[in-house]
């Protein structure tokens, strides 16, 4: 039996309320002095860490070279491609002055009249355009092409609801942006690339992701595609955890990127872009915990095993550690992070309580009585099962076990997810159960008109057209007009 948290609301209760206060409990992130700006605690950026590690190895095998651009942008840079800046001026933070001042009445210091910029900087809300102002001076010939790029790095959109992780002013995240030589070969990377999100949601995420294309009214500020993956939560909403972006030859007319082909002749270069961002860690906490807390999958867990001794006395306690330090050492051997808790400040239960609550995928327990019976408690936290095993090659099942998690976590949101994709043809029956949430296939006529209906009379959008889903005849669910597949419909955050 789990010990009871206090203070942690029931998902059932209120599933946004738990979400908040679990973000805060499990030591991952507050709210700072900044209005809807957050502070990443270590825990939670350990967890960030484990996401970009594994991303970045992933990138970089297709490929991929990083690199780091300003984070201010001047204003006409943003301006020169239309769409691009209609799509995210109500969220810049802008520039305009350099320097500060005493208040000559004596009210702290003012902001320097005199010391205005002569042109504006925008704090990067995405940095396709001056990404696209640099790569003017980098690409000349076709030899120069690809040019595959990735950042790490933080943005600013300016928010006004903010809440930590899944909608924050200021986030981390990265964007790739590449450059090619044909349409074909952006077309490429840019499938490749969300394809590379959705294995990565699976594998390490536990996330079984639905990959798609974006309507027309839903794709990026001046792209021509937009792909996403789109995940559910438990409370049968959506949320967006990666795109990749097309962008066609837009953003090299506006910023006259051009090469000089095999020909000798000048071309456009093709472009795309593509991100995650620590929206992810908010995908990771709704997807898979529970009302004791947060259940990590073990290949993104920073702690993946913790060993907690019980004893009497300092004796007991030496002779629980010299059986410990081989495991430990074996453990390490196998890749698997572990952690060895001695530390006699807190009692064992308030140690089960703290690391069920930060979501350790295994607990080890060890006792004086266990030494003599060469066995250890196991704990698994994805199922709160204990079992008691033996010492003797424990290392080694454990290391099994936890791959075991990995994967019983994937099937269970998977098996949540499919349980809660709902056929539906018929509009009023449709408004009534989206308010229990979902996926909802439905038929639309591919009107912004009917999407932008659909969005103001039951709060539910367009996530995706799937990329998987096959051709089917039917008429739309608002309008009756044709239809010629089915399309993804839910509430997102």
């Known amino acids: 039996m789990a010990i009871e948290l206090k203070g942690l609301t029931k998902r059932q209760d209120n599933y946004s309320q738990w979400y908040n206060e679990l973000v805060v409990k499990a030591d991952l992130a507050e709210q700072s002095a900044v209005r809807g700006c957050m502070v990443i605690k270590p825990y939670g950026y350990a967890i960030w860490e484990k996401m970009q590690q594994t991303l970045d190895r992933m ?28 799509g995210f001026a109500k969220e810049c933070a802008v520039v305009t002055h350099y320097r500060l001042k005493n208040d000559p009445n004596g009210k702290g210091v003012i902001v320097d009249p005199e010391a205005r910029l002569e042109e504006e900087l925008i704090v990067r809300p995405t940095s396709e355009t001056i990404i696209w102002g640099t790569y003017k001076n980098w690409i000349h010939s076709w030899r120069d092409l690809p040019l595959i790029t990735n950042q790490w790095c933080n943005v600013m959109r300016w928010e006004m609801r903010t809440r930590m992780f899944l909608r924050t002013s200021e986030f981390l995240w990265q964007e790739g942006h590449c450059a090619h030589a ?19 949601a699976r594998k390490y995420m536990g996330l079984p992701v639905i990959i798609g294309v974006k309507t027309a009214n839903e794709r990026f500020a001046g792209a021509l595609n937009t792909y996403t993956i789109e995940a559910m939560m438990q ?26 082909n095999k020909d000798n002749q000048p071309e456009y270069v093709w472009a795309n872009s593509w991100g995650v961002s620590t929206r992810l860690m908010g995908a990771l906490i709704m997807a898979h915990s529970d009302d004791n807390g947060l259940v990590l999958p073990p290949h993104l867990a920073p ?32 890749g698997v992070s572990v952690k060895y808790d001695d530390a006699d400040n807190r009692r064992p239960g308030f140690k089960f309580a703290d690391y069920e609550l930060k979501g350790v995928p295994v607990r080890l327990v060890i006792g004086a009585r266990d030494l003599e019976n060469g066995t250890v408690e196991v704990m698994r936290r994805d199922t709160l099962e204990k079992e008691t095993m033996q010492l003797a090659g424990i290392a080694d099942n454990v290391a099994s076990l936890l791959e075991e998690i990995q994967d019983n976590i994937y099937q269970k949101a998977l098996k949540m997810r499919d349980a809660r994709i709902i056929k539906c043809d018929s509009y009023d029956e449709f408004k009534e159960k989206i308010e229990d949430g979902g996926f909802f296939l439905c038929h639309w006529d ?25 051709e089917e005849e039917g008429v739309c669910m608002v309008t009756g007009r044709p239809s010629k597949r089915r399309v993804i419909i839910a509430r997102a955050y």
Do not use: W
Not at 191 to 200: G, T
């Open 59 to 86: 990138f970089k095998e297709t490929g991929v070279k990083n690199a780091y651009f300003p984070l201010l942008i001047p204003k006409s840079f943003l301006c020169r491609e239309a769409e691009h800046v209609e």
């Open 182 to 200: 044909t349409a074909e070969e952006s077309e490429a990377r840019t499938v490749q690339m969300i394809n590379l999100y959705a294995e990565f």
């Open 235 to 260: 409370d049968g909403k959506a949320l967006q955890s990666g795109t990749s972006h097309n962008l066609g030859q837009n953003f090299a007319k506006a910023f006259d990127v051009t090469f000089a």
């Open 303 to 334: 702690i993946q095993v913790v060993i907690v001794p019980i004893y009497k006395n300092a004796e007991q306690l030496a002779k629980i550690t010299e059986a410990v330090m081989p495991i430990t050492e074996r453990l390490a051997e196998l």
């Open 446 to 470: 591919g009107t912004t008109e009917t999407e932008e209906r659909i969005k103001a009379e039951t709060k539910a959008t367009i996530r995706c057209i799937p990329l998987d889903g096959e």
